[in-house]
Nanobody
């Protein structure tokens, strides 16, 4: 399994980003996918998941500003974040699965850094 996250960067509060996670090495179209994040000095936090049928799930604190989507033709999962806040600053990771526990069964990529600052 290979996971390559991209799309992060330095963004001002109120801005938007679209993170991408390109995958290979497994049957993407049959796999649920999740995003998680780890802010500096904080625990790993599950953000969102998308099932293989397209059903989406979000952590309560992420509802409204986060949108997860997938492109099975490209074996890629996306996370769009709108109205970014400083507390969204974190490294964002993707992996197969619907929970942190299932995500951790896989070897993760390096993540993509999101910094929200003015």
């Amino acid at each position: 399994v290979q996971l390559v996250e991209s799309g992060g960067g330095l963004v001002q509060p109120g801005g938007s980003l679209r993170l991408s996670c390109a995958t290979s090495g497994f049957t993407f179209s049959l796999s649920a996918m999740s995003w998680a994040r780890q802010a500096p000095g904080k625990r790993l936090e599950w953000v969102s998941a998308i099932d293989n049928d397209g059903s989406t799930f979000y952590a309560d604190s992420m509802k409204g500003r986060f949108t997860i989507s997938r492109d099975n033709a490209k074996n890629t999962v996306y996370l769009e974040i709108n109205n970014l806040k400083p507390e969204d600053t974190a490294v964002y990771y993707c992996a197969p699965g619907m929970t942190i526990a299932t995500m951790l069964r896989y070897s993760w990529g390096e993540g993509t850094h999101v910094t929200v600052s003015s």
